[in-house]
């Protein structure tokens, strides 16, 4: 009976671990965060030959440019993928009591993790006014 049962647990460890380490492999945070650890040392190199004057400052400058563009993009998709996890983690009284302390830039990817979309239907003639009752929320 206890044979039974150890191999029971064993089995259900085995199982939480492989779930863990598949929620790992597809998580895709560490090599986003490489990827702009990459690209911050990229910026600093750039920035370095910017003032030796070795290249066209505009070439440089439209290299940094377009680090800034990727390294935002990336920033965006990490922000959101914890915030998915967060969330998941985190209870709907947990998240009320947190809400008030959040800064907006924090609270946009909350919405965006939330609620995957916001509808307003149209008015009805002759009622022309703006009505709250129009918005439909559909939560993901």
Known sequence: MIRGSALAWASLMT??????RLEEVN??????????????ERKGELEDQLLDGDRPAREIQDAIDELNVRMAHA???????????NISEISAAELRKAWKDYSVPRK??????????ILIHPATRPFNVWNPDRVEVLWR
């Open 108 to 117: 946009q990817p909350t919405y965006h993790g939330l609620i995957r979309e």
């Open 27 to 40: 998580d895709p945070r560490p090599a986003l965060e490489a990827k702009l650890a990459r690209w911050e």
């Open 15 to 20: 199982r939480s671990s492989r779930s863990r």
């Open 75 to 85: 920033h965006q998709e990490v922000t959101q993928y914890r915030v998915k996890v």
